[in-house]
């Protein structure tokens, strides 16, 4: 490793350390009340989060605190690899994802506005074209994370589903037009989101259903779901960092995502 790497990596952590970099922590908090994506028979449910206790300082663990916990792959903030949808059987799981594909520029597009007059707004290509137009072109290996406001929603069940008369959950998301179009026109890593999944809550109704699903891991690229913090990053320039378990043939997994956001001065 040569000097000027050496300094390179001195000084981003120089940067962290004083706080000239700031670590915005993306992860909702985990627990037994994380809300949890429910499917409608005759389709099988994730388990939720789960505590085993197994010591407490006590006869079972005098000098340890420690626990079991059982919950599924997509539970929580979590990350969605290709081999999770049918149109990216194949391709990689969390396993097999090279490291450094889980690292890469965050572009926030902020529908914040639009979500609060309707709650099923759907991202366009109109959306993504304008974005370009005031902030620039989207980069290689950028995360498009998707701004709805639905973050401050992560620990309400009844707000965060948001379920209609119908039935229905009523949350935001990506137009099937604006999924095709990222997903192959754009070289990204993938996509973020705040709420439950990537898709939006009546995307079980489009054609294909739950498009973003399709396209992003049809093209080999990802998903970040139940995000929060989102209001705390600038629309170009910070980094995010989401790493998976490396859980073997893993179609998904719970993380806690980072961004590196520099301070403006």
């Known amino acids: 490793m040569g ?3 050496i ?10 350390v004083s706080g000239e970099i700031e670590v915005i922590d993306l992860a909702q908090p985990l627990n037994e009340n994380t809300p ?10 994730t388990a939720g989060f789960k505590y085993n206790r197994l010591s407490t300082y006590d006869e079972t663990g005098p000098a340890w605190y420690w626990n079991d916990f059982s919950m599924g792959e997509h539970v929580g903030t979590h990350f969605d690899a290709p081999n999770h949808w049918i149109s990216g059987k194949g391709k990689d799981g969390v396993d097999s994802i090279p490291a450094k594909k889980m690292i890469g520029e965050a572009c926030v597009i902020n529908v914040t506005k639009k979500c609060e007059e309707n709650p099923d707004y759907l991202l366009t290509i109109e959306d993504i074209l304008r974005f370009e137009e005031e902030h620039g072109s989207i980069p290689e290996n950028a995360w498009i994370i998707l701004h709805t406001g639905w973050g401050k929603y992560g620990q309400d ?22 999924s095709r179009f990222l997903a192959n026109d754009r070289e990204i890593l993938g996509v973020g989101v705040e709420t439950v999944g990537t898709d939006a809550g009546m995307a079980g109704t489009f054609d294909p259903p739950f498009p973003n699903h399709y396209y992003m891991h049809e093209a080999g690229r ?17 980094i995010i960092i989401a790493t998976p378990l490396k859980i073997t043939e893993g ?8 961004a590196l956001v520099a301070r403006q001065k």
């Open 36 to 45: 949890v994506i429910q499917l409608p028979e005759p389709f099988a449910n």
């Open 3 to 5: 000097i000027s790497t």
């Open 222 to 238: 990802y998903g970040l779901s139940q995000l929060t913090n989102v209001d705390k990053l600038p629309t170009r320039g910070a």
């Open 7 to 16: 300094n390179l990596l001195g000084d981003l952590l120089g940067s962290i």
């Open 157 to 178: 069940h009844e707000k965060f589903f948001n379920i209609g008369e119908d039935g229905q959950p009523h949350t935001p998301g990506f137009s099937k037009e604006a």
């Open 251 to 258: 179609s998904g997994s719970p993380i806690r995502p980072i």
